[in-house]
């Protein structure tokens, strides 16, 4: 991946500091925390500091180049955003469908962090209704009152 070509696409200031951080974390299959690409930057020999790492990771996510994972106890995994599947919601009344994207990357960090298991497969069932025929149901029940 050309570092200094996605930078400057996000209009974000080619750095040195900001090119190895993100070559670390697009090193990495998983997600890495922030203290871990502090260290490996050290081992690199890059005098970067541990603020200057935390303010890169933001401005990254913000720009969308990056997934920031919430794992509880303020600890946060990082991860270059990539192609993701997607899931169909699809109304149980109307059958419109909308798609999103996979609401379980949060939740496989959480696990991955908590319990030291890497999911490999998920399914995930989801029944919905859209908002026109919410207000449908809500119209029809005080229509019956």
């Given at each position: 991946?050309?570092?200094?070509?996605?930078?400057?696409?996000?209009?974000?200031?080619?750095?040195?500091?900001?090119?190895?951080?993100?070559?670390?974390?697009?090193?990495?299959?998983?997600?890495?925390?922030?203290?871990?690409?502090?260290?490996?930057?050290?081992?690199?020999?890059?005098?970067?500091?541990?603020?200057?790492?935390?303010?890169?990771?933001?401005l990254f996510?913000?720009?969308?180049?990056?997934?920031?994972?919430?794992?509880?106890?303020?600890?946060?995994?990082?991860?270059?955003?990539?192609?993701?599947?997607?899931?169909?919601?699809?109304?149980?009344?109307?059958?419109?469908?909308?798609?999103?994207e996979?609401?379980?990357?949060?939740?496989?960090?959480?696990?991955?962090?908590?319990?030291?298991?890497?999911?490999?497969?998920?399914?995930?069932?989801?029944?919905?209704?859209?908002?026109?025929?919410?207000?449908?149901c809500?119209?029809?029940?005080?229509?019956?009152?």
């Amino acid at each position: 991946m050309d570092y200094e070509a996605l930078l400057k696409e996000k209009k974000i200031k080619v750095t040195l500091g900001r090119v190895v951080i993100l070559e670390i974390i697009d090193k990495y299959s998983e997600a890495i925390s922030a203290d871990n690409i502090y260290e490996q930057c050290r081992d690199k020999g890059h005098n970067v500091d541990l603020s200057t790492v935390y303010r890169s990771l933001d401005l990254f996510e913000r720009k969308g180049i990056i997934e920031k994972f919430n794992l509880g106890d303020g600890k946060c995994n990082y991860k270059i955003k990539g192609h993701k599947h997607k899931h169909v919601i699809e109304c149980s009344l109307c059958h419109k469908e909308v798609e999103i994207e996979c609401p379980m990357l949060p939740v496989e960090e959480l696990i991955k962090n908590k319990t030291g298991f890497v999911l490999i497969e998920h399914e995930l069932k989801m029944k919905a209704l859209c908002q026109e025929c919410v207000n449908r149901c809500e119209k029809n029940k005080k229509n019956k009152v």
